[in-house]
């Protein structure tokens, strides 16, 4: 591997990341590389690497390394520490992002605090099924979701149920797992994310869940979810592409290896 790395440790609502400008260093094997500064007994620890790197379709392309060595398609709070890091870094304060979801279109809204809008995909709503006990809506926002309503969320052991329903058989490229209760007009929200576990927050999850409260529980958009991190925002008209609303925090800048 690289003998030295400069990265960013950042977080949006305390979803975890470590950010390297590809750019500027490649690396020699991003697998090995992530397993091993996403490790808190390695390195900093985190839940993933974000990779800027270069793009022949967009002002810069993402790559995302979860801390097992998975790829995911999409990482929305990621996404918004990679715009932060290109307002710093590049001047942009708005970006047009490629990922293997397709295209991301991120916009700093303020600087103190940072609060990033970023222009996801179209949510699709599948149809709902029974799984371990609980009512599920699967739901794609360019990677795979699947939501549960539940009426306590304190109830749920999100460690045990999370990769129980993640790895079921009937998702064969797994699914991240999201319990969503309803508390007034807001969301409270506990993420299990595929490659990752559970986590503080998941952009897209959010989206998700925001997506079924409006299409399934009579919700009116913006929606404000609470998750462990903090607070996300969403809106969203039915059949178009929803926006995410978030912070997106440096914790410091180092180098590896």
């Not at 400069?6 to 977080?11: E, L, S």
């Not at 390297?20 to 020699?28: A, K, M």
């Not at 360019?142 to 009426?151: A, T």
């Not at 749920?156 to 998702?171: A, H, K, N, W």
Request: net charge negative; aromatic share 6%; charged share 20%.
């Amino acid at each position: 591997m690289n003998a030295t790395v400069p990265f960013v440790k950042m977080n949006g609502t305390r979803n975890e990341f470590v950010v390297v400008d590809g750019r500027e260093t490649p690396l020699d094997d991003p697998v090995a590389f992530a397993q091993h500064i996403c490790d808190p007994t390695r390195g900093p620890g985190a839940d993933g690497l974000l990779l800027a790197l270069d793009s022949a379709t967009a002002d810069v392309r993402m790559r995302i390394i979860n801390a097992d060595g998975s790829e995911p398609e999409m990482c929305g709070n990621g996404i918004r520490c990679l715009a932060r890091y290109l307002d710093e870094h590049d001047g942009r304060s708005a970006a047009v992002v490629e990922t293997i979801a397709g295209p991301i279109a991120t916009r700093i809204l303020s600087r103190e605090p940072y609060l990033v809008s970023e222009v996801m995909g179209v949510p699709q709503i599948g149809a709902p099924h029974d799984i371990a006990g609980f009512r599920a809506t699967p739901v794609d926002v360019g990677n795979p979701h699947v939501v549960i309503f539940v009426d306590d969320l304190a109830a749920i052991d999100v460690r045990v149920m999370g990769p129980r329903i993640e790895r079921d058989p009937r998702y064969p490229e797994g699914t991240n797992v999201h319990f969503a209760q309803i508390a007034g007009d807001r969301l409270r929200v506990l993420h299990w994310e595929r490659g990752a576990g559970a986590t503080a927050a998941c952009g897209t999850g959010a989206v998700s869940c925001a997506a079924v409260a409006i299409a399934q529980h009579g919700f009116v958009s913006p929606v404000n979810l609470d998750v462990p991190g903090g607070t996300l925002t969403v809106e969203w008209s039915a059949g178009e592409r929803a926006t995410l609303i978030g912070d997106a925090v440096v914790e410091f800048s180092s180098t590896f290896g």
